[in-house]
């Protein structure tokens, strides 16, 4: 009889590991529901695993035998090409599987259905290879997690508790509405972010244009102008500059180049990132805005995990792996740590100094009211309007200090290409009154 590995989650949510020898992997989590757990991770035993392989290989190589691809099949992937799909086409296609499921369409027709009008390569190939692993037995889930560049923690971790609660409709419906709201609120950031980025390799371009083209012919006819006499400091600061960019234009390029990489480099360190990331959360303009986008995912991520079934430690867990800041993860993982010792969830809310009172003061009343998840996307719903508010107010504010941050550069200029002049000017009305002496 087969053997299967098992992870599961008792009723207090402590993660509990073992093995069963039962006929198939439904029988096994039948009988862990019959003790009591929730099973989240259920697989086959390794020695069993290969001397399955064997077998169908061994089938697979016989005359005329058909060998199906399933998990754990030769799978060539050539590394940097067709490793992901953007969260968009994501997007619809979740929202399209959903539609067909809930219409009462079989999993593993609605995935034929959509792989035949698939447009993207990439995402059409993945719908194969999932269809073919459903025909070979595997849940959906575990062809998913066969994918995990295109299907993340949370994706799969919905799934699974979808197909293992029988509601797998509900689950890919509550999946796709999480996606299309994430994805709203990813579109208005960044057509936000698109001004003032314009606006600075605008700024850019000219600072380069008169550094390199207009700067240095104004210095030929102040050196024939002036002669000998020096230029204003500040003059000479722009000239110096000019000298600089214009002449060794690869280097200052390099250099700007190395920092850029330097800094990405730094992202990867804990500390780097940590203070990025908590920077970012600070930041005047821009902070408001990342802060309330940050506690809007955390709230709607934990909020959709928990009502579609997923216990909450393991829950705590996803969000922590993807809330794409530092800072929030750490909080979450103070939660975590929190929850698994019997505590409640908003005192390390309150001690991270991230989640304002509003927020904390709701998760307090979904916890002691048992309606955590409900709460949880009321929030998310809240903070979604906080959002477009914070993204308006942030346009109106950058557009004049854009405006100013030109103005500033260009003006620099102009006043260092004008004291000299002035100087000119000046040395030549005291020749004059001299010679009239």
Request: proline share 4%; glycine share 10%; net charge positive.
């Amino acid at each position: 009889m087969p053997k299967f590995d098992y992870v599961a989650m008792d009723s207090r949510g402590k993660e509990t590991k073992g093995s069963l020898d039962v006929g198939s992997q439904a029988d096994a989590i039948s009988r862990l529901k019959e003790m009591g757990f929730f099973p989240t991770k259920v697989s086959e035993a390794k020695v069993e695993k290969a001397k399955g392989d064997n077998k169908k290989a061994a089938k697979s190589a016989a005359p005329g035998g058909r060998g199906k691809k399933k998990k754990g099949g030769i799978n060539i992937r050539i590394p940097g090409f067709g490793g992901g799909v953007k969260s968009k086409v994501l997007t619809t296609f979740t929202r399209q599987l959903a539609t067909l499921v809930d219409a009462g369409l079989p999993l593993l027709r609605g995935l034929r259905v959509l792989e035949k009008q698939e447009r993207n390569v990439t995402l059409k190939r993945i719908l194969t290879d999932l269809a073919v692993s459903i025909e070979g037995g595997s849940t959906f889930s575990e062809g998913l997690a066969q994918h995990p560049r295109v299907f993340n923690k949370l994706f799969i971790n919905m799934v699974r508790a979808g197909e293992l609660g029988g509601v797998l409709e509900v689950v890919l419906n509550r999946l796709s509405e999480f996606m299309e709201k994430s994805q709203k609120i990813k579109g208005k950031v960044v057509a936000a972010m698109f001004y003032p980025a314009a606006v600075m390799v605008v700024a850019g371009g000219i600072l380069v244009l008169l550094l390199v083209v207009v700067v240095p012919k104004f210095k030929a006819i102040f050196a024939d102008l002036l002669g000998g006499a020096g230029m204003p400091a500040f003059t000479q600061i722009i000239l110096n500059i000019s000298d600089t960019v214009a002449n060794h234009f690869l280097y200052v390029a390099a250099g700007a180049v190395a920092l850029f990489i330097l800094f990405r480099l730094s992202l990867r360190t804990k500390l780097g990132r940590r203070l990025f990331d908590k920077l970012k959360l600070h930041f005047p303009v821009l902070g408001p805005v990342m802060s309330k986008v940050a506690i809007a995912r955390f709230s709607r991520t934990l909020g959709t995990l928990v009502s579609s079934g997923v216990p909450i430690l393991q829950a705590l867990n996803i969000v922590r792996e993807t809330s794409g800041n530092v800072i929030i993860s750490n909080a979450v993982q103070a939660v975590h740590d929190s929850v698994k010792e019997g505590e409640t969830i908003t005192a390390p809310l309150e001690a991270s100094n991230v989640f304002p009172p509003m927020v904390i003061s709701m998760v307090d009343v979904g916890e002691q009211t048992g309606a955590l998840p409900e709460m949880l996307t009321k929030i998310a719903d809240n903070y979604d309007d906080e959002v477009d508010n914070a993204v308006s107010a942030m346009t109106s504010l950058l557009e004049p200090i854009m405006i100013v941050f030109l103005a500033v550069i260009v003006g620099s200029i102009v006043i260092a290409l004008f004291l000299p002049l002035i100087t000119l000017i000046d040395k030549l009305g005291s020749d004059d009154g001299g010679d009239s002496k």
